[in-house]
């Protein structure tokens, strides 16, 4: 696992998303895994800001993102799919049809997990996946406890997970208690990964990944067995490493 220190969260978004559309660019055609929450924003708009300047087409790229909450409809504002629409898609030219995120609204959640992961197969897997981790050390939604085996799967969210996240609902009763995430094999199998970390609130998650034992209980922690996998990590997120 290769770490690049950067020294701020500008920084870290600048850096993955220049990596980004290098990767776009030079691939003829290319599988991008995504993800949501606050990590990634600032990767997002550096895309948006290159496709504005440079063009950069989106034209060849699919894309499979690593999650959604169960029973938030495509056009709730807290629906990842509309966070994925809001923040990226719907600013440059990816063929919406070239765009993956589970359903979280479908009653056979099951069939939606098969046909998920057996789409990413068809697909010839993923290139390059981006994450963001949970201060808990989660990655996607897999939870502490998370078998390291998993396909993509319906997840019970963590208590903390739900607290993290109430920052974007009304209250903490709205926030989803379930979810479908790609599991750590899904995610493992991908060419290349790039993880993003930011913040003192990631500083405990940071450390665990750099000093700890690769274990199921810190689901982040296999990362540091993929072949090719890049943390990029801002100064904050650092301080309790140093
Ligand atoms: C999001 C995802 C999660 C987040 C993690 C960190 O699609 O899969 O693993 O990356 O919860 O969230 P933020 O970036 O909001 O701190």
């Not at 979280?104 to 197969?121: F, P, T």
């Amino acid at each position: 696992m290769k770490i690049i220190e950067v020294k701020n969260y500008q920084e870290m978004s600048q850096t993955a998303a220049k990596y980004i559309i290098n990767k776009v660019k030079n691939s003829p055609k290319l599988t991008l895994g995504l993800a949501t929450g606050g990590t990634p924003t600032g990767v997002y708009q550096q895309l948006i800001e290159d496709y504005k300047q440079n063009h950069t087409s989106y034209a060849h790229v699919t894309s499979f993102n690593l999650d959604e909450y169960i029973g938030l409809a495509k056009d709730n504002p807290n629906s990842y799919y509309h966070y994925m629409v809001e923040n990226l898609f719907k600013h440059i030219n990816i063929a919406p049809e070239h765009t993956h995120i589970p359903s979280g609204m479908n009653l056979d959640l099951q069939a939606v997990c098969n046909e998920y992961e057996s789409k990413i197969l068809e697909q010839g897997g993923i290139d390059l996946q981006l994450l963001g981790i949970g201060s808990n050390g989660h990655i996607g939604f897999n939870e502490p406890g998370t078998s390291f085996q998993a396909k993509t799967h319906v997840v019970d969210l963590a208590p903390s997970t739900r607290e993290a996240n109430a920052r974007y609902f009304n209250k903490i009763e709205e926030v989803p208690t379930q979810a479908i995430t790609m599991g750590i094999q899904t995610i493992f199998k991908s060419k290349e990964i790039l993880l993003l970390i930011s913040g003192k609130e990631k500083q405990d998650a940071m450390a665990k990944l750099l000093n700890g034992d690769v274990t199921e209980s810190f689901p982040a922690s296999i990362l540091k067995q993929h072949p090719n996998a890049t943390v990029i990590a801002d100064e904050k997120a650092l301080l309790g490493v140093k």
